[in-house]
């Protein structure tokens, strides 16, 4: 009989990191929800299975906090999210996608320094923040590193977001596996 552990992750500013040592391997999926309802000060826990079987988001008051990884403890460790994003390749016009998000970054800079031009000081901040945070999400993509995409544009705000193209957000989003 296979035996199953639950491997609970918490979100940082550094991405998907194990929460404390003592408790991130969980045996009882029951007793680890109630566990986080009781960190987030709730009476139950909203779970969003991801696509990948093994995969679950707890979805807090500010997005996923935790994130449940089921793992096999006996045969293979490699899970069918990896084994997908070993063979993942992006779909057919992600070029021409991800030439319309760097014209949207440079659209979004553009808007910044029109900003500044105009003495709006607190809009040029803002404007430069996001074309920081775009340009990081597209290093991201262009390096293949899809996760770290996910990662970041999870905690962009909506209008900054829109800026990259729907078709290529939904492909962050799949790859990462929460679609």
């Known amino acids: 009989m296979k035996e199953t552990v639950y491997i609970l992750q918490q979100r940082t500013h550094h991405g998907w990191e194990p929460y404390a040592p003592e408790k991130s391997v969980w045996k009882d999926l029951n007793a680890l929800h109630a566990f986080i309802a009781v960190l987030q000060d709730v009476e139950y826990i909203d779970v969003r299975r991801c696509d990948f079987d093994a995969?679950?988001?707890?979805?807090?008051?500010?997005g996923p906090e935790f994130k449940i990884i089921e793992a096999p403890l006996n045969g293979s460790q490699t899970t069918r999210k990896d084994s997908i994003l070993k063979t993942m390749v992006p779909y057919d016009t992600f070029k021409t996608d991800m030439n319309r998000f760097l014209i949207a970054i440079v659209d979004r800079q553009k808007q910044g320094q029109e900003a500044a031009a105009e003495?709006?000081?607190?809009?040029?901040?803002?404007?430069?923040?996001?074309?920081?945070?775009?340009?990081?999400?597209?290093?991201?993509?262009?390096?293949g590193d899809y996760q770290a995409a996910f990662d970041?544009?999870?905690?962009l705000d909506t209008i900054v977001r829109d800026q990259i193209p729907k078709r290529l957000y939904s492909f962050i989003d799949k790859v990462a596996g929460c679609r």
């Open 55 to 62: 995969v679950w988001l707890v979805v807090g008051s500010q």
């Open 119 to 143: 003495g709006d000081r607190s809009a040029a901040r803002q404007y430069a923040q996001d074309v920081e945070d775009l340009t990081d999400v597209f290093d991201a993509l262009q390096s």
């Open 152 to 155: 970041k544009t999870w905690h």
